[in-house]
């Protein structure tokens, strides 16, 4: 089966959108993800410059000598553009082979490991109770794990939380817009949080928790450590993970679990964290670790240390990942938790799914393929908006981790 044409599609239903759509001699298609959050044309011009030449002939059936093509045949490998390029060819490629088998995607991987995707959503206020009654209708919907961020007194702006109510996307038209950041009040106001949580709905849920990158080895330990009385799920990107080493500090003061990862293009990010036992969950995802075929490995490499997945699933991913993060996620032995932000119903319009959720759960359906498509015609009426992630920076002005 030959791959006679492949076309790159950068759309903005609410939020901007690149999607590569390959066509094959059979009449069979499919589609990858390609987006990567505020460096859209980046990627898009990777593909349309450089990989899709070399597309063109080439057998759709040969997913691994494809990956491998791209990825060694480059000489400058990994990197988010590399890496986002190479994943929208392999879940395109993923999707045809389950078309031309008639089945969905999961079969070919080895079938469910599970009947559920246990998926956790965002509950957010800009205070402490617009937080709990967010958590309260979170549950009221279904959901068996719960992520918490919440407003910080002293502080205008916080991470995850929507600005007047509106659903939350932090990139923004224009220019990256600047919030001010202090870790002092934060660290003083997390443990209250999530005792809040708890004296009021419990334990009998899952919480979970990002701090996201902005803090120290030391202020993280002292975070987590903070946090056991609550028995979270995990704190999310407590550190950067440029020095991998600063998780050992924080192993050596808590045994609040630890998940990574959203932003590994690679295996070899994750690769000493997994095997010294640095971290519980690791939250690469198909479309910046280099598809599924990329992604399988990872977790085969964190099964062997205990590791369980996390994938990232927020929606600077469009529809056609989550779509495939879900067949991923039902195979996967060593699966922990998929995060769920549900999409615009804009977005959702163009990119129509098979995917579902269901008290708590997601399934990723039963048709052929992936199960996510796009329609053209309606992605053209949402041209792309250039559009940024916010940057942080601390009260005396010096540029942060966001």
Excluded at 354 to 375: C, K, L, R
Aim: glycine share 8%; hydrophobic share 40%; with cysteine.
């Amino acid at each position: 089966m030959k791959i006679v044409d492949a076309k790159v599609i950068v759309c903005c239903p609410g939020r901007n959108f690149v999607t590569l759509k390959i066509l094959t001699d059979q009449g069979l298609h499919g589609i990858g993800d390609a987006t990567l959050n505020g460096r859209e044309l980046a990627v898009a011009s990777y593909l349309e410059d450089h990989v899709v030449p070399c597309l063109i002939g080439r057998d759709a059936h040969q997913i691994e000598d494809m990956w491998q093509y791209l990825y060694r045949g480059a000489y400058w490998r990994r990197g988010p553009v590399t890496m986002a390029a190479i994943a929208a060819v392999d879940t395109a490629l993923w999707d045809i082979k389950a078309k031309a088998a008639g089945l969905p995607l999961y079969q070919l991987l080895g079938g469910k490991s599970r009947t559920g995707v246990m998926v956790y959503c965002h509950a957010n206020g800009r205070d402490l109770e617009e937080t709990l009654d967010s958590v309260a209708r979170h549950r009221e919907m279904g959901y068996k794990a719960i992520r918490a961020q919440s407003g910080i007194p002293g502080l205008d702006a916080a991470y995850g939380v929507p600005k007047g109510g509106k659903f939350y996307e932090p990139a923004t038209k224009g220019l990256p817009e600047e919030y001010v950041w202090a870790t002092e009040p934060y660290l003083e106001f997390a443990p209250k949080l999530f005792e809040a949580i708890r004296v009021r709905f419990g334990m009998d849920f899952h919480l979970l928790h990002d701090a996201h990158h902005r803090l120290t080895p030391i202020e993280a330990a002292r975070l987590c450590k903070s946090l056991e009385p609550y028995r979270l799920f995990w704190v999310e990107d407590p550190v950067p993970a440029e020095n991998q080493d600063a998780f050992r500090i924080i192993r050596q003061h808590t045994v609040t679990p630890i998940a990574i990862g959203e932003v590994f293009s690679s295996i070899w990010d994750c690769k000493e964290l997994i095997e010294n036992h640095l971290i519980d969950y690791i939250r690469a995802s198909v479309v910046h670790a280099g598809g599924i075929t990329h992604l399988r490995r990872i977790a085969d490499l964190a099964s062997l240390y205990h590791v369980k997945t996390g994938c990232h699933g927020a929606t600077d991913l469009s529809p056609v990942c989550m779509g495939a993060a879900l067949h991923f996620d039902i195979w996967v032995p060593n699966f922990g938790v998929q995060e769920h932000m549900p999409h615009l119903e804009v977005s959702e319009s163009v990119f129509p799914h098979a995917y579902s959720f269901e008290n708590g759960y997601m399934t990723p359906g039963d048709v052929p393929g992936h199960g996510v498509d796009i329609d053209e015609a309606l992605a053209a009426k949402y041209p792309y908006e250039r559009a940024y992630l916010p940057v942080n920076r601390k009260r005396d002005g010096t540029l942060c981790d966001w």
